[in-house]
């Protein structure tokens, strides 16, 4: 009886001290007091596991990976830190695991180039280009089919440059210039069928000057829009 009752106290022991080993193994902290190992973070309500990574003294390395909050814990992010500098390529996808974006973070921060995709498809929707967080250089748009929607330069987060936008033809629908994210210098508009329909100068996101009018590629107005009955700034998408 005694053997059976020592031999119990050993197993209930041994599986203390083996619950306890578990729980220590994650969200350890070395001797300064950094994150060090592996760590797993979890959802305050839910207590489901929000993301898990390993930490080197306080620094991020290798892949860490990124829950949604339901009962299936699908990873809708994933970053992969460069143990050489502050760089995590991160991606992100939706609930289906389709890629949704993907890039280069560094110091929390978007930088150069980023892709994004068509809903449920692995076709690129959009490169962007990213400075210290904000938008800068150009920005490309595609159709589902691969071909060029959109061209414009950015700088510092606004529009800055030339434009063009695409119809799925080919043919160049908008060719205009920008200036903190509005229309400035000139402008032409086409339809579908590469006839212009209007061209002139934008000053300030306004309308100036002469502008012509056609109808079926043949020249039907001219207005000096330095005078208009309403001096509306053209709206950006």
């Known amino acids: 009886m005694n053997r059976i009752k020592n031999i119990c106290c050993l197993a209930f022991l041994f599986l203390t001290m083996l619950n306890v080993h578990s729980q220590n193994a994650i969200n350890n902290v070395d001797a300064n007091g950094k994150k060090d190992g592996l760590w797993k973070g ?51 996808y939706d609930q289906q695991k389709n890629k949704v974006s993907e890039g280069k973070v560094v110091n929390k921060l978007f930088e150069g180039e980023w892709k994004y995709y068509h809903q449920a498809a692995t076709t690129v929707m959009t490169i962007e280009n990213y400075k210290n967080g904000k938008l800068e250089g150009l920005r490309s748009v595609y159709f589902p089919s691969g071909k060029i929607a959109e061209e414009t330069y950015y700088k510092n987060n606004l529009k800055s440059g030339s434009s063009k936008k695409y119809s799925e033809k080919g043919i160049v629908l908008e060719e205009a210039t920008f200036k903190n994210n509005q229309y400035d210098g ?52």
Do not use: C
């Not at 892949?63 to 390529?89: L, M, S």
């Open 42 to 92: 979890f959802y305050p309500e839910s207590k489901r596991l929000r993301y898990e990574g390993t930490f080197s003294h306080g620094k991020e390395i290798g892949e860490f990976k990124f829950y949604d909050d339901t009962k299936a814990g699908t990873v809708i992010a994933t970053r992969t830190f460069n143990p050489n500098d502050n760089v995590a390529y991160t991606v992100f």
């Open 186 to 237: 000139e402008a032409i508009f086409r339809d579908v069928d590469n006839n212009i329909v209007s061209k002139g100068k934008f000053l300030n996101g306004k309308k100036v000057g002469i502008w012509q009018f056609f109808e079926n590629g043949k020249l039907t107005k001219e207005e000096n829009m330095s005078y208009p009955k309403t001096k509306n700034a053209v709206k950006t998408n």
